[in-house]
């Protein structure tokens, strides 16, 4: 009985809470002549349903509470996350957007147009942003002009120089200026290693497709030995198969001659992927187990 009355009431919905908030509206009597009824209305009802939802929360148990707590915490903080990424990729298509228009001319003015697009800025726009400073990149860059950093035009008045996109952004790299990743992808692209690496793994997707066929090509060979020996009365052992590597690779292609040829390396890989061994000590014969087995046998359909 008394667990039953320390038992924590069950906890209402938000559709009963606005429920019973309505009904508790219905049974207050306001004034008749009120100046605002609708604002009256709206006012109470936020009162009541302020006043049954905080009950209805002290209902919960102090677990309960933690737990949410946690939870929440951790959905804001995946809100916060999601913002950031939606923020970052936004400028990040704006950046990509603003370089590929602009790196479509042969060259730049340095102060007017190379410094503002490496700072991310709209060159037409950035003289009127309130505190863009190109000073400290733009003495650097005068210091340098006809020496690391090549000029177009060194001999024009210094507000006309001009720079090459490709070589603005090589020296700004060689100086260790911060440059947008998106400038660096269009001015500086990596070699391009694509078709190669497609080439290496489609040879190597080619020898692992042909390994699998010997593979099972040789667990087939063994599976039809061994029934044949065992209808002849014979012992077979895949642990001491009695013939020579060779003798069994002879019959092996005679049987599967469409199957590409095994060399002696890939061969011992193969046994010992598979678990087979040969018995030590056997010597060449002509008339050998193997032989005899398959003899007059036929060659397989699913690997002729």
């Known amino acids: ?11 209402k919905t938000h559709a ?5 908030t309505s009904e508790i509206l219905k049974q207050h009597e306001f004034p008749a002549n009120s100046e605002h ?15 049954l939802n905080q009950e209805n929360e002290a209902r919960k148990s102090a677990e309960q509470r933690a737990k949410e707590q946690a939870e929440n915490t951790l959905r ?18 704006r950046l990509k ?30 003289s009127l942003l309130v505190g863009f400073d190109n ?6 860059a005068q210091s340098c002009a006809g020496h690391s ?6 001999n024009e008045r210094q507000n006309l120089w001009r720079v090459e996109p490709r070589e603005w952004a090589r020296w700004l790299t060689e100086k260790g200026q911060a440059v947008p990743q998106e400038l660096i992808d269009i001015l500086l692209p990596k070699p391009n290693n694509a078709e190669p690496e497609k080439k290496t793994t489609r040879a190597t997707q080619t020898r692992e497709r042909k390994k699998r066929d010997k593979i099972v090509a040789l667990k087939k060979f063994l599976a039809d030995a061994g029934e044949r020996a065992r209808n002849a009365g014979l ?19 005679r049987q599967y001659p469409k199957t590409e040829q095994i060399g002696a390396d890939s061969f011992d890989r193969y046994i010992k992927e598979i678990g087979i061994k040969f018995k030590h000590g056997v010597k060449h014969k002509l008339n050998n187990m193997l032989f005899q087995l398959f003899k007059t046998a036929k060659t397989p359909k699913s690997f002729s």
């Open 1 to 11: 009985m008394s667990d039953k009355l320390n038992k924590p009431d069950r906890l």
């Open 16 to 20: 009963e809470i606005l429920k019973e």
């Open 37 to 51: 009824p609708v604002l009256e209305r709206f006012t109470k009802f936020g009162e009541v349903y302020t006043r």
């Open 76 to 93: 804001w903080a995946r809100e916060r996350e999601n913002k950031a990424q939606a923020k970052t990729e936004k400028e990040r298509l």
């Open 97 to 126: 957007a603003l370089f590929s228009q602009w790196c479509k001319r042969d060259t730049w003015l340095l102060h007017d147009e190379a410094i503002p697009l490496v700072k991310g800025y709209e060159p037409t726009t950035a």
């Open 135 to 140: 000073k400290s990149l733009g003495e650097l």
């Open 149 to 154: 950093l090549k000029v177009v035009n060194l």
């Open 235 to 253: 012992d077979w052992d895949e642990q001491a198969i009695p013939v020579t590597k060779d003798e069994f690779l002879e019959v092996f292609c």
